[in-house]
């Protein structure tokens, strides 16, 4: 959810009543608020893309960079993002933004940041097909010597698709939330909203899904359980109709 914005009537409240007005409470508080519309990460990586169009390289642009951060743009994103701009807003003013990014993202760059204290892993390419958005898997376990444990992280508004985990008998899965803020639900039952040390125990063949809240990052312990005949059925996304309209309880 966006922050409410008082920059304008900070800065300019007695010079340019009006234009304060304008700024906090149509650009921000509707324009940026229509977050079912559009993302607060896609409003970011748009906003950006025109200000370093315009060659506008100073504490607005320095503003939206660290907004971005915020909003999930991750350093590796920022900096594609801008290697891809070179092209189009030139050069020099490229440059110019990587110099302020450098500074946005600093203590991205020697750790990493989510992921709680497993850490955040490597890009979950293996399975992005079932996901909508951004995750990463840092596996724990070698699953050929025991029980397999790994940690899933999901960037805001990531989550995974429908799905259950077939089992003849035993089977399931059991979620551990270890940082972030997310969400699990099974099928004609109302969403959970987790935090970390929470629990979920996810029976077998029960359909369910599980993933970020739109403004946070979430990260929880994956552990397969054991039984006979297992195997994961993927299915359906969860719809962003449905999934912007989640509540907390």
Known sequence: MIEKQTAGRDVLGEFAPKFAELNDDVLFGQVW???????????????????????????????????????????????????????????????????????????????????????QGELNTAYSEYFIGQSYLKPLTDPKETVFIANVTFEPACRNNWHIHHAKSGGGQILICVDGEGWYQEEGKEAQSLKPGDTITIPANVKHWHGAKKDRWFSHLAIEVPGVETSNEWLEPVKNEFYDNLKEC
């Open 33 to 119: 608020a229509r977050e079912d519309k559009l993302s607060l990460k896609m409003r970011s990586i748009v906003t950006i893309t025109a200000l370093i169009s315009k060659g506008v390289i100073d504490s607005s642009l320095n503003y939206h960079l660290e907004t971005a951060r915020k909003n999930g743009v991750t350093k590796t994103e920022m900096a594609e993002l801008l290697t891809h701009l070179s092209f189009y807003a030139g050069w020099p003013n490229a440059w110019a933004a990587f110099r302020l990014a450098k500074e946005v993202y600093v203590e991205d760059h020697n750790k990493e940041e989510h992921g709680g204290l497993f850490g």
